[in-house]
């Protein structure tokens, strides 16, 4: 079992910025691949980034790229997502996700554990 907790979510002004981190226990946390997404209200969930195990390798959503950042430190079993030029749009409840494996993974049915999500909302 790996248990994820997500924390930095919060209320900021487009433009602005905010980092996530999402901090793993449970398992040995660079054996696993690492990804964010989220969920708009009435919207499915989407992809966001993803990173894989050493985070030599990372990827990106168009809707992201440029703006947001992801990143890991394996020594305090922890990814992040460094969020920047922020746009309403982003507004979300933002879920990081872990599965097995060195390499990342861009789709949520890869990913078998889940966080408790974190809030974003970027006001206009």
């Known amino acids: 079992q790996v248990q994820l907790v997500e924390s930095g979510g919060g209320l900021v002004q487009a433009g602005g910025s905010l980092r996530l981190s999402c901090a793993a226990s449970g398992r040995t946390f660079s054996n696993y691949a690492m990804g964010w997404f989220r969920q708009a209200p009435g919207k499915e969930r989407e992809f966001v980034a993803a990173?894989?195990?050493?985070?030599?390798?990372?990827y990106y959503a168009d809707s992201v790229k440029g703006r947001f950042t992801i990143s890991r430190d394996n020594a305090k079993n922890t990814v992040y997502l460094h969020m920047n030029s922020l746009k309403p749009e982003d507004t979300a409840v933002y879920y990081c996700a872990a599965e097995f494996g060195s390499y990342y993974y861009t789709s949520d049915h890869s990913y078998h554990y889940w966080g408790q999500g974190t809030q974003v909302t970027v006001s206009s």
């Open positions: 990173i894989n195990w050493s985070g030599g390798s990372t």
